[in-house]
C-alpha cells in the first residue's frame, strides 16, 4: 500500500511552566500539509504577501497584528479557511487548573503529553507524517528528541514508519508556520481575556466567522478544517 506523507508545522504558546501572571493559557497547534502541496501553498502565501506590498521575507506573526495590516492579515487567515489542502488542530490548556501533581507529572512530561493529545487525532496509520516545530531555546534539540520517542511510543509506531521525522525549523524561512503562528496566537490571546487591539479582536472575529465555532470550547472531535481540544485539568 501506497503511504500518503503529511507535512505539520507544529508552534506553541506560554507553553513554559512560569511565565508572566496573563500568560495562564498554553497552547500547542498545527497545521496540517500533504507533503506535495506545501511549494503551492508557500507560493500562494508570498502572492498575497506581494498583493498587500508585504516583501516576501516578512514573518508572518500574531504579536505584528495592526490596524495598518488588518486586510493583509484577513486575506491569510481566509486563505487558510478557502485552501482544500491545509488542516489545523490546537490543544488549549488553562495552566491555572493544572496541578501536575495529581497526574504524576513533571511540566515536561506534561507537556509531551499535551503534544501526543493534540497530535493523535491527526495520525492515521497509512500515512507518514513529518513534524516541523520553530526553534524556541537552547533546549529545543533535546525536547525535539524526546518528543519524537514519545510520540513514536504512545502510537505503537516503534519503528518510525508512521512518525518518520520531527524537527526544528526557523519560522521565518517557512511560510506555513507563519499561518500556525497567527491561528495560536488568535487562541491565545482569546482565551487569556485580552482586548486591547482591535485588529486582533477583529481577527478572532474573523476565525470565529469562518470556522462556524465560538472557539470558547471544544469542537466535534472529528472536525476536518479547525479542531479544537479544551483540556481541562480535573483528575478522573
Known amino acids: 500500500m501506497a503511504y500518503k506523507l503529511f507535512d505539520i508545522y507544529c508552534d506553541e504558546s506560554c507553553h513554559l511552566q512560569n511565565g508572566r501572571d496573563n500568560d495562564f493559557v498554553m497552547v500547542i497547534g498545527g497545521i496540517v500539509c500533504p507533503d506535495e502541496f506545501k511549494k503551492q501553498v508557500s507560493d500562494d502565501i508570498r502572492a498575497i504577501k506581494a498583493q498587500f506590498g508585504i516583501y516576501r521575507d516578512t514573518e508572518i506573526k500574531w504579536n505584528k497584528v495592526s490596524n495598518a495590516k488588518s486586510d493583509y492579515y484577513n486575506a491569510l487567515i481566509n486563505y487558510f479557511f478557502d485552501s482544500s489542502y491545509l488542516t489545523f488542530r490546537a490543544i488549549i490548556v488553562d495552566k491555572r487548573d493544572l496541578n501536575l501533581a495529581d497526574f504524576n507529572l513533571t511540566h515536561d512530561e506534561f ?3 499535551a503534544y501526543f493529545l493534540m497530535l493523535r487525532r491527526i495520525f492515521a496509520p497509512n500515512n507518514k507524517y513529518s513534524i516541523y516545530i520553530d526553534i ?26 508512521m512518525i518518520h521525522r520531527v524537527q526544528q525549523i526557523r519560522s521565518h524561512e517557512v511560510e506555513i508556520m507563519g499561518l500556525t503562528d497567527l491561528l495560536i496566537g488568535a487562541l491565545s490571546y482569546f482565551h487569556r481575556g485580552l482586548n486591547s487591539n482591535e485588529a486582533k479582536l477583529a481577527l478572532i472575529n474573523l476565525i470565529r466567522k469562518r470556522s462556524g465555532y465560538t472557539l ?3 469542537t466535534w472531535p472529528l472536525e476536518p478544517k479547525f479542531n479544537i481540544l479544551l483540556w481541562h485539568g480535573r483528575k478522573h
Open 136 to 161: 524556541k531555546d537552547t533546549r529545543s534539540q533535546k525536547k525535539v528528541e524526546k518528543l519524537h520517542d514519545v510520540l513514536c511510543n504512545s502510537s505503537y509506531d516503534f519503528d518510525r514508519q
Open 111 to 113: 507537556y509531551y503529553r
Open 216 to 218: 470558547n470550547s471544544t
